[in-house]
């Protein structure tokens, strides 16, 4: 009853962003705005209510980062095997790129928080920041490599500095270790802020559903789609963890992707 209740919640506000971008109230400007808020306040702010007052070894540990970069790479891998046929180079890279590049941060993340609560979203999030460390030099070696294009990995990791979701990541690991006391007023206005993370990914996503989408550009979607779901949840099939074995959320690692 509650999956459904959350599904609900969630058409809702899908619906929502489709009616208003249909009848025109969101336009392609306000749709930016709201996205920007989303990305640039509402998410932050979960990332840094998740994780602040968290031992640091509630949050990482050996066996999240192999099963992190695990998914990753077989997803990448997976992704190279199914488009490498593509005739087209530009095609063909953006196919491999958008199979394991998911949203785990402006859908993932808010996802997480809201099914799974807390303890969840605190580990998704350093999955989110590790994933993001990880798509970067990944992508522009992938895009260079097959398009035999010009781009600059060291800008790009520059343009890492200044990312919202690693600032408050940061921020939030940094007062964990630290010991920083965070005042209950501005924890409030974190949880505040950090509930609307999902209602306005989802009313964007809605914005700008396209109902027109034509055959040739559904099938290769359908392959894109399919290696995100297939998978992670292939890498992700273990055996139960033994007694003495500590078990994190490692279910984080293999939810959809910052934008």
């Known amino acids: 009853m509650v999956v459904l209740e959350q599904l609900g919640f969630m058409l809702v506000f899908l619906a929502v962003g489709a009616v208003a971008s249909g009848v025109g109230l969101l336009t392609a400007g306000r749709t930016e705005t709201l996205t920007a808020v989303a990305f640039y306040v509402a998410?932050?702010?979960?990332?840094?209510?998740?994780?602040?007052?968290?031992?640091?070894?509630?949050?990482?540990?050996?066996?999240?980062?192999?099963?992190?970069?695990?998914?990753?790479?077989?997803?990448?891998?997976?992704?190279?095997?199914v488009h490498r046929h593509r005739a087209s180079d530009a095609r063909r890279s953006v196919a491999i790129v958008q199979s394991y590049h998911g949203n785990m941060g402006f859908l993932g993340l808010p996802l997480v928080a809201v099914t799974l609560g807390g303890e969840a979203a605190a580990i998704a999030s350093v999955v989110l920041g590790l994933g993001t460390l990880t798509h970067i030099p990944v992508t522009v070696l992938t895009l260079v490599r097959i398009n035999d294009s010009d781009a600059s990995l060291a800008g790009e990791l520059r343009a890492l500095a200044t990312n919202p979701v690693l600032v408050s990541l940061a921020a939030g690991i940094a007062a964990s270790v630290g010991g920083v006391a965070v005042p209950s007023p501005a924890v409030t206005g974190l949880d505040a802020i950090s509930t609307l993370a999902l209602p306005l990914a989802l009313v964007c996503v809605g914005a700008k559903l396209d109902a027109e989408l034509s055959l040739s550009r559904l099938r290769p979607t359908t392959g894109v789609v399919l290696l995100k779901v297939v998978s992670p949840s292939s890498c992700s099939a273990s055996p139960p963890p033994s007694p003495r074995t500590s078990t994190p959320a490692n279910s984080a690692a293999t939810r959809p992707s910052p934008r």
């Open 43 to 81: 998410l932050p702010a979960l990332v840094f209510a998740s994780t602040f007052d968290r031992a640091l070894g509630e949050l990482v540990s050996p066996a999240l980062l192999v099963g992190l970069w695990a998914v990753l790479g077989v997803t990448a891998i997976a992704g190279w095997v």
